[in-house]
């Protein structure tokens, strides 16, 4: 096999942070780049190089690869769907030119392999609600799922005029322990796991009854790195894939934490978020991941909800 090496642009997030990881415990540490422009985690960016990178320096991207002779970059980078409605202009700027630098990099150099995220913002208020197919109608209403629209439509692009081996999946709210998620409508099921444990209580900023799609991040992670892994003629859609695992209401999460927690209590005070959640599907169709890729999630919520307060209670020692 001839020897990879692996860029993780945006590796601080919540994602790039259990992604690092993983790809380090696959290709070894010097092999997999962490580059951010928050300092990565302690536990993670002393194990391998780190370099601070922002996305719109195409320049540095560019050198990055050269240096270390980088063959697979994963981006992460980008605004979520509650911060972008605040500032516009830089989530449109950061997720866009963020990809389009990738992209005509990897135009150039033709051996990249580049995965880059969609979400399931992608759909609006006008898709279907129930069992979202992966080809409907895709009417998004935040500037978020607006930026994962069109940056699918150029990842498809790109691939099909210049042969960029680009990847992608539509991921659902992601929930894990690592680190915390920053400016998601989805938040909520992390933080309600770690007042669970400090506070006995949350507050949570959506309706009791509000459903949406969700997964834990050792299966996205799992999922992300299968489909990395495929065999090129396996990947028949080069926009990106619906993903699925679980979907569950603040009410059905509170049920599942109370299980370990009997005396967790939650309360419910709507804010802004909700409008974002109400326009987002419930639950999503990943039947072509399954059949083109294999695809198969492993958590639903109460192996997740044992999951993760098992290594927060930890954590919090
Ligand atoms: C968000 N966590 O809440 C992200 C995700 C499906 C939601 O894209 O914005």
Redesign the pocket.
């Known amino acids: 096999m001839s020897k990879e090496t692996v860029l993780v642009l945006g590796s601080s997030g919540q994602i790039g942070t259990d992604l690092v990881h993983a790809l380090r415990n696959i290709y070894g540490n010097d092999n997999v780049i962490a580059a951010d422009l928050k300092a990565q985690p302690i536990a993670i960016g002393q194990a391998g190089p780190f370099e601070f990178i922002d996305v719109l320096d195409a320049v540095k991207i560019s050198e990055t690869i050269n240096k270390y002779k980088v063959t697979q970059v994963y981006l992460l980078a980008a605004l979520?769907?509650?911060t972008a409605e605040q500032k516009i202009k830089s989530a449109w700027r950061l997720n866009m030119e963020g990809l389009f630098n990738l992209l005509e990099i990897a135009r150039e150099q033709k051996h990249l392999k580049i995965f880059w995220p969609s979400?399931?913002?992608v759909f609006g208020p006008t898709t279907p609600r129930q069992n979202t197919p992966q080809y409907t109608v895709m009417e998004p209403s935040t500037v978020?799922g607006i930026s994962k629209l069109a940056g699918e439509r150029w990842c498809e692009y790109y691939h099909q005029k210049f042969a960029v081996d680009v990847r992608s999946i539509r991921?659902?709210?992601?929930i894990s322990y690592k680190a915390d998620?920053g400016g998601?409508?989805?938040?909520y099921a992390v933080a309600i796991y770690h007042e669970a444990l400090k506070a006995g209580s949350y507050q949570c900023y959506l309706k009791s009854d509000t459903r949406m799609p969700m997964m834990y991040m050792p299966d996205a992670i799992r999922g992300t790195l299968e489909l990395m892994h495929a065999d090129a003629a396996k990947i028949k859609i080069r926009s990106s894939y619906n993903l699925s695992a679980i979907d569950f209401t603040p009410a059905e999460i509170a049920a599942s934490i109370q299980t370990h927690l009997p005396a967790f209590s939650i309360s419910y005070a709507p804010d802004v978020r909700q409008a974002i959640a109400d326009s987002?599907p419930q639950s999503i169709n990943d039947a072509e991941a399954r059949n083109h890729w294999g695809w198969q999630h492993e958590y639903d919520l109460n192996k997740m909800t044992a999951d993760m307060l098992q290594h927060l209670a930890i954590l919090k020692k």
């Open positions: 979520l769907s509650a979400s399931i913002a978020y991921y659902p709210g992601l998620p998601g409508t989805t938040d987002w």
